[in-house]
Nanobody, 123 residues
Framework: QVQLVESGGGLVQAGGSLRLSCAAS????????MGWFRQAPGKEREFVAA????????DYSDRVRGRFTIFRNNAENTVYLQMNSLKPEDTAVYYC????????????????WGQGTQVTVSS
């Protein structure tokens, strides 16, 4: 089992920045990749960004590429999502996730999920 705890959400004005954190614990040695997803009210959950645990690859949705960065603090087993140039349409609950199965596509098949953290961007 892997436990994931997100933090760092909040309210920010459009154009501002936030950094989300995801602390991983438990059997992290089995982790292949970490991802961030989000779900806005009335919408389906969507992929945001992912990173292979060893940093060899990253992937971003077209909607956030160039504005968001996913990175990891190896010493702390923590994955971050740096969000810059935030827009009102980025408002959502953001979820951290991890997967154990090796795959080229980083957007699917996640095994563990955090509880989510709310991000609200005001216009």
């Amino acid at each position: 089992q892997v436990q994931l705890v997100e933090s760092g959400g909040g309210l920010v004005q459009a154009g501002g920045s936030l950094r989300l954190s995801c602390a991983a614990s438990g059997r992290t040695a089995t982790t292949y990749a970490m991802g961030w997803f989000r779900q806005a009210p009335g919408k389906e959950r969507e992929f945001v960004a992912a990173r292979v645990w060893d940093g060899s690859r990253t992937d971003y949705s077209d909607r956030v590429r160039g504005r968001f960065t996913i990175f990891r603090n190896n010493a702390e087993n923590t994955v971050y999502l740096q969000m810059n140039s935030l827009k009102p349409e980025d408002t959502a609950v953001y979820y951290c996730s991890s997967k154990t199965k090796t795959s080229y596509d980083l957007r699917f098949s996640y095994d563990y999920w955090g509880q989510g953290t709310q991000v609200t961007v005001s216009s």
